[in-house]
């Protein structure tokens, strides 16, 4: 039974600094995607950077695990309004994916790419400066193919539509251009501390 204006406990005020409005904290992690898992062979893995329909450089697993690794640790926000704090990634940061392309980002958007064809855009100024990561270990443990393994990108200050599961590669684009639910009517940026959730956010 319910009480008008009951709330429930109201957390503790760190707690409340570090929940963007309207989150509210979790221990869990919840599983949420589009479609079944896909299967995806390490021998045959591939991860691409494109400019439109281009290539510009692709790594096999092996390679990619060669590049040099970048650690992060912190809150993740999820657009279906829970957060989890402290996490732990792994993996290479999209500077460094640049550094061993031999590139400058050729423009100033992208689209991240699924092996679920799954799309999300994000601008590239969201990614440079060790914002941004592809990451293949949580927790210090390879990724479980439920949250997005082999690889994920983690773009940790945005809503997490945006850190694309079982990403298989990263494509310029001219302008910014709406990936799946951005076309559905999600927000085209994704900030967690304005709510940007829906267009029109």
């Known amino acids: 039974m319910a009480t008008r204006g009951f ?4 957390p ?3 707690t409340r600094e570090r929940l963007p409005p309207g989150q509210y904290l979790t221990d869990d992690f919840p599983v949420l995607q589009i479609g079944p898992n896909p299967q995806i062979d390490l021998a ?5 950077l494109r400019e439109g329909a281009r ?3 692709a790594w096999s697993w092996d390679a990619f695990q060669a590049l040099p690794r970048t650690r992060w640790g912190g809150d ?3 657009v279906t309004k829970w957060s989890k704090f402290d996490t732990a990634w792994e993996g290479v940061s999209f500077d460094d ?3 061993d392309a031999g590139i400058a980002a050729p423009t100033d958007y992208l689209l991240a790419e ?3 064809d799954y799309t999300t855009n994000v601008p590239v100024a969201d990614l440079t400066g060790g914002k941004a990561m592809v990451a293949t270990l949580y927790d210090g443990q390879p990724i ?5 393994g082999p690889a994920r990108l983690l773009v940790p200050h945005l809503y997490f539509w945006k850190s694309a599961k079982w990403v298989k590669g990263l494509r310029f684009t001219a302008k910014d251009e709406a990936g799946f639910w951005e076309l559905r009517g999600y927000h085209m940026y994704g900030d967690p501390w304005r709510e940007q959730r829906f267009t029109g956010d």
Do not use: M, N, Q, V
């Not at 709330?7 to 109201?10: A, D, P, V």
């Not at 045959?44 to 691409?48: E, I, K, N, V």
């Not at 479980?144 to 997005?148: E, V």
């Open 114 to 116: 699924g092996y679920d």
């Open 76 to 78: 993740i926000h999820c």
């Open 144 to 148: 479980p193919l439920d949250h997005g």
């Open 97 to 99: 994916l640049l550094a």
């Open 12 to 14: 503790p005020e760190a």
């Open 55 to 57: 290539p510009i450089k």
């Open 44 to 48: 045959a893995w591939r991860f691409t």
């Open 7 to 10: 709330t429930g406990r109201r």
